[in-house]
């Protein structure tokens, strides 16, 4: 199964359930984390967590129920999990439901770059893969749609 199929198969099954908590792989090196991350796991109640990552090709989102797991990159640092409900954007929607969710396509790549999540509370999140890092917005900015030609597709 690929592992877009995967990510909308496990979309479907959380709509309609609270999103319990938020951790995400991030690169630690000199003791300071780094503020995009490389991981992001979503468990939302009675659900296996769902982990979205970038894709190998450096622009699309990648889907896995696999956990997180950190990794000593010695000299170059380390990769370490990292407990985010309570950080900017996701303290809004830790403990809300989640009521839609849609691809983020990007036409200039023809792939799926992103994930979007909205909530019970009217507050959304779009989870992009941008040059192999993942971001967080409650907006896609402007000159992200117009550069990557962003389309929106929903998993119902």
Request: glycine share 8%.
């Amino acid at each position: 199964m690929s592992s877009t199929r995967l990510m909308v198969d496990w979309l479907l099954a959380v709509l309609g359930k609270k999103l319990l908590s938020v951790n995400a792989l991030s690169h630690v090196f000199s003791f300071e984390r780094d503020s995009a991350f490389q991981e992001i796991a979503l468990l939302f109640e009675n659900s296996e967590a769902g982990k979205v990552y970038g894709g190998p090709d450096g622009s699309s989102i990648f889907f896995s129920l696999n956990p997180i797991s950190s990794c000593d990159l010695g000299e170059y640092g380390r990769q370490e999990i990292f407990c985010i409900s309570d950080e900017l954007y996701f303290s809004d929607v830790v403990g809300k439901y989640l009521v839609s969710a849609s691809l983020v396509q990007s036409l200039t790549e023809n792939l799926v770059i992103g994930v979007a999540l909205s909530f019970d509370n009217d507050f959304c999140l779009f989870i992009l893969n941008l040059g192999d890092e993942l971001f967080i917005y409650d907006e896609i900015p402007e000159e992200i749609v117009i550069s990557e030609g962003v389309s929106l597709t929903s998993v119902r």
